[in-house]
C-alpha cells in the first residue's frame, strides 16, 4: 500500500471509531513570562489578525513573539515615563511637598504613555 504524504514526512495515525485520525501536535515552545503589554497583542491578534495568529501558533512562535513584544514595550515605557517626568519637572521634591499633586501628574504620565506605546508597538 502507498503512504500518503503525511506518512512519507513523519506523520502517524490513530484509529478511532474506525477512522484514522492524524496525530499533530504543536511544536515544543519554551515558555517565558509575558506581562501586561505581552497580553495585549495577544487579545489583538485573535481578534483581528486571525491569519498571523494560527501562524504563529502552529509554528510554535506565538509565546517568544508575545515575549519579545513585551520586553520591547516596556522598556519604551519606562523610556517615555522618564522623558516626561524630566520635561515636566515631577521631581521627587514635589512628591515631599504635595503627594496628591505628585500621584496625579505621575497617573496622567503613565496614561499617556501607555497609549504612545501601544500605538507605536502593540498595534502596529
Not at 67 to 84: G, K, L
Request: proline share 3%; with cysteine.
Amino acid at each position: 500500500m502507498m503512504k500518503s504524504l503525511f506518512e512519507q514526512l513523519g506523520g502517524t495515525y490513530h484509529e478511532e471509531n474506525g477512522y484514522l485520525i492524524p496525530d499533530l501536535r504543536l511544536p515544543d515552545e519554551k515558555e517565558q513570562p509575558i506581562g501586561l503589554f505581552g497580553q495585549r497583542p495577544l487579545c489583538y491578534l485573535k481578534e483581528y489578525r486571525r491569519g498571523t495568529y494560527i501562524n504563529l501558533l502552529t509554528g510554535g512562535g506565538l509565546n517568544a513573539y508575545l515575549a519579545e513584544i513585551d520586553e520591547q514595550a516596556q522598556e519604551r515605557f519606562e523610556r517615555i515615563v522618564e522623558d516626561m517626568k524630566q520635561a515636566q519637572g515631577i521631581t521627587e521634591q514635589l512628591k515631599a511637598e504635595n503627594a496628591l499633586e505628585w500621584t496625579g501628574r505621575l497617573n496622567n504620565i503613565r496614561a499617556c504613555a501607555e497609549e504612545i506605546v501601544e500605538r507605536e508597538i502593540i498595534y502596529a
